[in-house]
């Protein structure tokens, strides 16, 4: 894979700002955000920055978008820097689309000045004007709402529901296919709901325990009734606590927890760490597989798409809890 040098996110606000990022023939301007609409020529280019808003974006604006991912697989959007090749996508877009709520964290202060002059918006910026009750706050993320929300399908179809509404806004003339387009997602998103409470229900109540290198996994575990355990906190870019990971060991030997789980984005050693001081003391802990936290899997993966992702997860977890 080609590096490309990072490229502090204040700099590529001046790149940016220097380039005159609202052309001519799309002269958004967000005041009060009424004047948010297309004018330029079809497909409408989206740029997104993780692969399940990417998805989101390609289910509801079908036909009438091209849509790029910035992070693909394997990429860690907690601690994702714009390469000077995302200033270019970024400058040339016609909407910009982010999870939001921190998620990308190095770049947040970028989409709040991009907002100024390009329709740019978070896929959750509904559930937090509606102050939807299933948002947590986690204590440790400092007055934060915890942003990974697509591991509860049930909520990132609300977000679904936003994401058409702000397309149907913007290019009016196709408003009735951007909501068919999204009721046809958010009734697979429906099954796949479904789908985690059958297969989760399959776990035995006191082993409904989900430890993983970060805590990813808040909302999924809300949602399906299944207790969870980040080693790190809400972003990775957190340092790893040894009182936290300790109490995590006297949790699962205490509880005979017969597995934990390592994630696609975050390096293995982080949860291999509490296998040998666990059988040390007695507990054949095992690594139960390699779950898709923050991002979806590569092409020829059984993750390659958001459903595969989510299902990926849930037969990996029943299979080593079970
Ligand atoms: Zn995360």
Redesign the pocket.
Known sequence: MKRHAPLAASLLVAVLAAAGCSTAANPIQRAGGSADVFTGEYPIDVVCTIGQVAEMARRIGGQHVRVEALMGPGVDP?LYSPVASDARKLKEADVILYNGLHLEGRMADLFVQMARTKATFAVTEGLQQRRDKRLREPPEFEGLYDP?VWHDPALWADCVSDVAAILAKFDSPHAADYQANAAAYRAELAELDKYCRDELAKIPPDRRVLVTA?D?FGYFGAAYGVEVHGLKGI??EEEKDLVHQERIQRMLIERKIPAVFVESAVAPRTVASLVEPCRAAGLDLKIGGELY??AMGPADSDAADYAGMIRHNVRTIVAALQ
């Open positions: 907690h990974h970060h990813a972003s990775t936290a923050d």
